[in-house]
């Protein structure tokens, strides 16, 4: 088979226009959902039954559920209720709030594995709940958090693929836009998967920069 | 009789009274009555599953009693009663965390805060509980770490320390607190022998200089040298007590007899 090497030098530059709407879309997915996961895994720590019920039945639901219906359903099914966002700010909001399941799972996880001496050491000295929370179980769990969270901001950043269907021009889109043109499916998957490769090399690294940064003991 | 008497002259500065304490079908107190004046120094033993742990855990609430009141200073922990021989009402969470710090809690395993370094772990409760200023409470931390002769490792953290200066942290920690009493679980159990002394020799010191304190350990010379009153529990009650001559010397109960010739084989 022959490549075509002056579709690929074309197409480069066009996909580079993706990547950087895959990168926006990811880094606000990641920080909204980063959020919203850590209130949610916090809540299903608290005391309110309550709470830990309405945690574990979205996380159940976002669980047991594809990530394409979920974005089906915040794409078509919102604006029937008069919510009505444009493809890219209903891609968001659809990877936020799948992340922030799998995030809550990992701070609840997360805290829940610290030893349970550290809580009954703190309540002897008299801390309260909130204060054993910030003082005591969040610092020691923000190290052992950071490589789960890594692996759900990587499956984040490839899920963001999926925002194609809804008309995302992202970096999916960019490139099937290219082959529906062209014709050229072969060199444009290729240098897709090529991008994708090397985002998610860069945020591996950056991770483990960051856990190395973390102070240890 | 005892709820309606409050703090007066004559009442001790622990009193428990008819504590009561299950897990699931397991009876663990079965109705323990103690008094425990201030300055006094009692220690506990007996073979494990005899309830020894889970008094200690109960005074301060690490576990709620099922039965029973515990009276610090005139002052109920974990609630009240409504009325003398009253309903128990319990106490929020707040208000029974405020009376939590008047107890020097000691673990067996230490319980270290493995993120902070010593002195952080000492001055930690005195600034987010009692309030002091964060130079105060670190000026607290040093002064109660000297006290425990580990001047020269404040900055440490509890992995750089060894067993026997983790457990000297721990006390530091607690004594930063200013607590009315101190309670050690099986303080030296979890450590080398060879570190077991400097411990006891904190807490010797300890007693010596007035503070009040409960021990449970099976350290049964500390106990001899140390303890103003020796107390033995079997099956969730107090088989016997009384001053250490007395209970090593000539124990009158049966059970004491046989575990005192048990302890004594190690």
Redesign the interface.
């Given at each position: 088979m022959t490549i075509d090497w002056a579709i690929v030098g074309k197409a480069a530059p066009l996909l580079l226009e993706g990547a950087v709407v895959t990168l926006q879309v990811s880094a606000l997915s990641a920080i909204i959902g980063l959020f919203l996961g850590a209130v949610s895994g916090l809540a299903s720590l608290s005391q309110s039954a309550l709470l830990r019920w309405v945690v574990a039945a979205y996380v159940d639901f976002i669980r047991g559920t594809p990530l394409l219906i979920q974005i089906f359903l915040v794409f078509f099914a919102l604006p029937v209720i008069g919510i009505r966002l444009d493809e890219f700010w209903a891609g968001v909001l659809a990877l936020s709030l799948n992340a922030a399941a799998f995030v809550a799972e990992v701070v609840r996880g997360g805290v829940g594995a610290i030893e349970k001496g550290q809580t009954e050491a703190a309540r002897s000295i008299g801390m309260k709940n909130g204060q054993i929370l910030v003082y005591i179980l969040l610092p020691q769990a923000y190290r052992q958090m950071v490589p789960p969270l890594t692996n759900e901001i990587i499956s984040l950043v490839k899920n963001s693929s999926l925002l194609s269907v809804i008309s995302v021009y992202e970096l999916t889109r960019a490139g099937q836009a290219i082959i529906s043109i062209h014709f050229v499916p072969f060199e444009i998957y290729t240098l897709l998967a090529v991008y994708y490769y090397v985002l998610l090399k860069a945020l591996s690294w950056l991770s483990r920069e960051v856990e190395r940064r973390l102070p240890q003991w | 009789m005892v709820s309606a008497e409050k703090a007066s002259s004559a009442f001790p500065l622990l009193r428990i009274e008819a504590l009561e304490k299950g897990f699931g079908d397991q009876h663990v107190l079965r109705g323990i009555d103690i008094d425990v004046g201030a300055g006094e120094t009692v220690v506990v033993i007996g073979a494990s599953g005899s309830g020894k742990t889970t008094l200690l855990r109960c005074l301060?609430h690490?576990e709620t009693p099922d039965a029973g009141a515990i009276w610090l200073d005139g002052e109920t922990i974990g609630g009240a009663f409504t009325a003398p021989r009253g309903a128990w009402r319990p106490a929020s969470?707040?208000a029974l965390?405020?009376q939590?710090?008047h107890?020097?809690?000691v673990?067996q395993?230490f319980?270290?805060?493995?993120?902070l370094t010593a002195r952080d772990n000492v001055a930690?409760?005195p600034e987010?509980?009692?309030g002091l200023a964060k130079a105060e409470a670190r000026a607290l931390a040093e002064r109660e770490l000297t006290r425990v002769q580990l001047a020269d490792h404040m900055d440490k953290?509890?992995?750089q320390l060894s067993g026997g200066q983790q457990q000297r942290v721990?006390i530091a920690?607690?004594l930063a607190?200013e607590p009315r009493m101190m309670l050690f679980d099986e303080p030296t159990s979890a450590l080398d022998p060879e570190l077991v002394q400097e411990v006891l020799d904190v807490m010797r010191a300890l007693s010596a200089s007035g503070m009040t304190m409960m021990v449970v350990t099976h350290e049964m010379s500390f106990a001899r040298e140390v303890a103003d009153r020796v107390i033995f529990m079997a099956g969730g009650v107090i088989a016997e007590e009384g001053p250490p001559e007395a209970l090593f010397g000539s124990p009158q109960e049966d059970a004491t007899r046989k575990f005192l010739r048990h302890i004594a084989r190690f």
């Open positions: - | 301060n690490l969470q707040g965390a405020d939590r710090r107890f020097g809690f673990f395993r319980n270290l805060f493995p993120h930690i409760g987010k509980v009692r953290r509890p992995v721990a920690r607690a607190m």
